[in-house]
């Protein structure tokens, strides 16, 4: 048992929704820090009989927040930028898929490792911009819509199982 780093844990979103067979791009270059939020949504009950309340999870609402260094050429940066550029509008050219990869898992396959596949719609939280002096970074969230599809990724063909 050994503590693994956040390198073990890959997220690739698919930079051609349109397309027949989605592209999958790493995120990664210019992102210093990602976690998924899990948002839990909660219903807290208290009646009149009992002297403690009690907390119960109804759904969680995940998605992951996201600060990106600006970096043109780089085919996802290339991506969120064109949505952002396009308007952004709501609902159109912002929704896309998300796959989260464990790579700290024991591979199925060589390369092959435990993955979920989500829908997602791409919500910008700040345009590009920033300090002054220092690189320009954007700000988006990847909200998860849905319930995902469990199975298996390969980080060498790219391709979801």
């Known amino acids: 048992m ?14 051609t929704p349109s397309a027949t067979n989605p592209t ?30 009690t907390t119960s999870v109804e759904s969680y609402q995940p998605n992951l927040p996201v600060v990106q260094k600006v970096y043109p050429g780089d085919d996802l940066f290339d991506f969120i930028q064109a949505i952002y550029q396009a308007g952004p509008t709501i609902g159109s050219n ?23 596949k989500y829908n997602v719609q791409i919500q910008f939280d700040n345009g590009p911009g920033g300090e002054g002096g220092v690189n320009a970074e954007i700000d988006y969230t990847i909200n998860i819509q849905g319930d995902p599809t469990i199975g298996v990724f390969n980080t060498s063909t790219l391709a979801f199982t």
Do not use: C
Not at 41 to 50: A, D, F, M
């Open 2 to 15: 050994t503590e693994q780093k956040r390198s073990t844990i890959a997220h690739y979103l698919n930079t």
């Open 24 to 53: 999958w791009d790493l995120l990664g270059l210019g992102v210093s820090s990602a976690r998924m939020s899990m948002n839990p949504q909660s219903e807290t009950v208290q009646y009149v009989h009992q002297d403690n309340a």
């Open 94 to 116: 912002d929704l896309t898929q998300l796959v989260e990869v464990y790579k700290y898992t024991t591979p199925t396959t060589a390369n092959t490792y435990a993955a979920k």
